[in-house]
């Protein structure tokens, strides 16, 4: 739309006004000029002169209005209107303007300031953007270099509850074993709401720069609602109450709300808490009494190996960057085991129905396949937090002591 | 200080009240004719950039009969407020010395918002906008950026209305300081006005938010078609009277 004809850089509207979006075309043409140059506006709407002027003042551009120049003869251009006077302000607001780190995950900063504010990682902020401050703002305290996969992977695996479960598969176990399941899975609502609000509440401090790291903590809490959500249906399929929610539960619990350093809170729910829930998940899938519950634990299942996972990773790298955070994670358990040494722990109901599950049935002979089978549980939980602290650097003896302190609650 | 109307700030501006007003045109000359009505003088020492060679359109709907200025006789105009310079005292002025005089050859319908605040609120010039729209009024007068906004806002359907006249171009708000004033003081204020950069992010919330991109030195050569309005009506002499004697009392 320029030319150059004649030395004068023109542009012609034709019959474009400024009240149907020519400012877009007059700001393109304007750009790359120098402050100072001159562009002609040619264009035939009635009002345009009018409307370049007032625009022209707003927008810190010279204007000069042109009484009748003849149109060119040789193409039916309309005669130009105005010459505008390229003015500073356009550039002025960018002069001072920053990039927000690289756009890919790889360039994400060491440390990411409030003045970036929301901003996306790899856009230009504007110079004197409000402050908007971010908790958790230093790569090495929350990053992992695998998070864009690990989202990747969240995002292809999402499923809808309505379609992955088969919630009309019959039902023909005892009342005592639908009553145990109810019961187990009250427990597992109140569990999963916990962990819902950790990453939650950390996913609102992160700094945008991190944006893999909100997203992960984001999906994370998307699927925790879908869990309740599942749990809560099947509890309530041939129910109208759920079952017992204990106070030293409920206790330990709260330990996990209560903590407010990401990492400890993460390192005690997604690699203790979460991890030893993947063995529970796939224990009541082995025993669950019908198709829908079997389907439904091994979809949660799924969900939580991929928490664990993230936490993991995030926790090695933090590890790597900085060796004394293993002192910090020895204290945290330390820490909520001292808090919660008075509380029951697991309420004997929980443990009751998880035998029973497995018994199905109340004859002596399977309560004791049953205890045996809860027993062994407890086991595999045990020495999956053992081998996953020794990955994050603890040794044998410090892995299996810790372990040991962890809630009785399992999460 | 803030005052809830021009009046009043010059009125305490020429008691001493504060040095500095941020004066709209109408109480420039106010000021201006107050002073030397009291044998003092008024100068002028900054203004926004867009301050600086606004228009005001008489603006008919597109399919109105009204083809020139002549066609207005007998019609309605309407105008903004009542002491609004570019949507009532200038328009007017315009057509005056155009043969065209308010209430002998037109009706003019006033739009009264905010009276005393000079126009300041756009609101009277919405009204007048609407009423225009609605077929209440046969023309309405308002700014040129005003006509562009009421256009992209949707106010004025796009296409629904015609460009009939333009004033010719005049200056809106400035920086008033009368004799007396520390000088000094207004050197530095002059000085870090016109230092306002657009580039600095620190004052550039500052100029979006007042609507400028840079403060000019001060020009009073774009008040002369107001101060014709003004003297036409009288506007400025009684005003100088009701000071004058407030003063005395």
Redesign the interface.
């Known amino acids: 739309m320029n030319d150059a004809r004649g030395g004068e850089r023109a542009i012609d509207l034709e019959a474009l006004d400024l009240d149907r979006g020519a400012a877009l075309l007059l700001r393109a043409a304007l750009l790359p000029l120098a402050p100072g140059e001159k562009l002609y506006v040619r264009g035939s709407a009635p009002a345009l002169a009018h409307h370049l002027r007032a625009w022209a003042r707003a927008e810190g551009h010279g204007f000069a209005e042109l009484a009748s120049r003849a149109g060119d003869e040789r193409s039916a251009a309309p005669p130009a209107v105005a010459v505008l006077t390229r003015g500073t302000a356009p550039d002025a607001r960018w002069a001072g303007a920053e990039r927000a780190g690289g756009a890919s995950p790889a360039q994400a900063v060491a440390e990411a300031p409030a003045r970036w504010g929301l901003a996306a990682r790899g856009a230009a902020v504007e110079a004197g953007s409000p402050e908007i401050r971010f908790a958790l703002s230093r790569r090495d305290e929350l990053w992992t270099d695998d998070a864009p996969e690990l989202y990747r992977q969240a995002a292809a695996a999402q499923w809808d509850p309505e379609r992955a479960i088969p919630w009309h598969a019959p039902r023909t176990h005892p009342d005592l074993v639908e009553e145990a399941l109810v019961q187990v899975l009250t427990y597992l609502i109140e569990n999963e709401t916990a962990a819902l609000l950790v990453p939650v509440r950390f996913c609102a401090q992160i700094h945008p720069q991190f944006r893999e790291i909100q997203q992960l903590l984001a999906i994370q809490a998307a699927d925790e609602a879908r869990h309740i959500e599942v749990f809560s249906r099947r509890a309530r399929a041939a129910r109208t109450e759920l079952g017992l929610s204990t106070s030293g539960g409920q206790a330990s619990l709260k330990t996990l709300l209560d903590e407010p350093d990401f990492a400890l809170a993460s390192f005690l729910l997604s690699v203790l808490g979460e991890g030893s829930f993947v063995h529970l998940l796939g224990f009541l899938h082995v025993h669950a009494p019908d198709e829908t519950t079997r389907v439904l634990m091994h979809l949660v299942a799924q969900d939580e190996v991929r928490h664990v996972a993230f936490g993991m990773s995030h926790l090695e790298r933090h590890v790597r960057h900085d060796p004394t955070l293993l002192a910090r994670l020895r204290l945290a358990v330390e820490r909520r085991h001292e808090a919660l040494r008075h509380t029951a722990g697991l309420n004997a109901e929980v443990f009751d129905a998880l035998v029973i599950l497995a018994a199905g049935e109340l004859s002596p002979l399977a309560i004791e396949r049953g205890y045996a089978a809860v027993s062994g549980l407890v086991e595999q939980m045990d020495a999956g937090r053992r081998a996953r602290l020794r990955r994050l650097g603890f040794d044998e003896r410090d892995a299996a002591a810790l372990s040991g302190l962890h809630t009785r609650n399992f999460m | 200080m803030l005052y809830t109307n021009y009046e009043r700030q010059v009125e305490q501006h020429l008691r001493g009240a504060f040095d500095v007003a941020w004066n709209s045109p109408l109480a420039w000359l106010q000021a201006e004719a107050a002073a030397r009505a009291a044998g003092r003088t008024a100068r002028a020492i900054a203004m926004r950039?867009?301050d600086?060679?606004?228009?005001s359109?008489l603006v008919v709907r597109s399919a109105s009969a009204i083809r020139a200025l002549e066609d207005l006789r007998g019609k309605t105009i309407g105008v903004g407020a009542g002491d609004s310079p570019q949507a009532t005292l200038i328009p007017l002025q315009h057509l005056a010395e155009r043969g065209l005089e308010a209430g002998r050859d037109f009706r003019v319908q006033r739009f009264d918002v905010l009276v005393g605040k000079h126009g300041d609120h756009v609101g009277g010039e919405r009204d007048a906008a609407r009423a225009l729209m609605a077929g209440e009024v046969d023309a309405a007068c308002m700014?040129?950026?005003n006509?562009?906004v009421f256009?992209?806002e949707g106010t004025l359907p796009?296409g629904a209305t015609?460009?009939l006249d333009?004033t010719a171009l005049y200056d809106h708000c400035n920086f008033t300081v009368l004799d007396g004033a520390p000088e000094r003081a207004v050197a530095r204020l002059q000085e870090l006005l016109l230092g306002m950069?657009?580039?600095d992010?620190?004052v550039?919330?500052l100029l979006d938010l007042e609507?400028l991109?840079?403060w000019r030195p001060a020009r009073t050569s774009g008040y002369a078609l107001l101060e014709r309005a003004c003297a036409r009506t009288g506007e400025l002499a009684s005003f100088v009277q009701r000071v004058t004697r407030a003063r005395r009392s």
């Open positions: 950039d867009t600086q060679d606004l228009r359109l700014i040129d950026g006509h562009l256009t992209n796009r015609r460009v333009a950069r657009y580039e992010p620190a550039r919330p609507g991109k840079a």
